[in-house]
């Protein structure tokens, strides 16, 4: 049976190692990231949100900022970059750590509210923009990596999504670790 809803979708039973590129999948899981985090950080204690892995890491807390900044700074600004005519095409380098001064003062309810406001209003910009596949191919010009797709730069904002996820799920693990004894021989999250 075939999900006829959402393009790239295999039979039940029969599923793809890889799937190609779909704008419309990308935004479905975009459009859930604020919720996913909303319903497992909300209310949680600092115990399980403000602390991290070490020196130079980050807790929960500051990963939510960082994804803020992205969305203020990055996808959608270097999105209309790249469907833009204008012939200087160079993205403005990404402030990695903009969270730690940007999020001061404010408390994971604020981040999670802001998270979720703007990632909606940043979609709602990209579905308005009506990208084609012609528009996917057009490119803009990263600082690090030179010339890069609209493709590569909304498959990688999923991504990024993704990874921070893990890193959220990574550093809480961490905070139970020493207390799983023997078992962390099947705990993947805390070696």
């Not at 807390?61 to 160079?90: C, F, N, Q």
């Not at 802001?114 to 709602?124: Q, V």
């Not at 959220?168 to 705990?187: N, T």
Request: aromatic fraction near 8%; include cysteine.
């Amino acid at each position: 049976m075939w999900d006829r809803g959402r393009p790239g979708r295999a039979p039940l039973g029969k599923i793809p190692s890889v799937q190609p590129f779909h704008l419309d999948s990308c935004l479905e899981l975009l459009e859930r990231t604020p919720r996913v985090l909303y319903h497992w950080l909300g209310g949680l204690s600092d115990t399980w949100t403000m602390h991290n892995e070490g020196p130079e890491t980050w807790s929960p807390y500051d990963v939510l900022g960082h994804l803020i900044h992205g969305e203020r700074t990055d996808w959608v600004a270097r999105l209309e970059i790249i469907l833009s005519h204008r012939p200087d095409k160079m993205f403005q380098t990404f402030d990695r750590f903009a969270q730690f001064k940007d999020s001061k003062g404010k408390s994971l309810a604020d981040l999670l509210a802001e998270f979720s406001e703007i990632r909606a209003t940043n979609l709602a910009r990209v579905r308005a923009l009506r990208i084609t596949s012609t528009d996917l191919d057009r490119t803009g010009v990263h600082p690090k990596f030179g010339d890069v797709t609209a493709r590569q730069l909304l498959a990688t904002w999923a991504a990024h999504d993704l990874d921070h996820v893990m890193q959220i799920s990574r550093v809480m693990a961490k905070q139970i670790g020493p207390a799983v004894g023997p078992w962390v021989e099947y705990l993947r999250i805390l070696r």
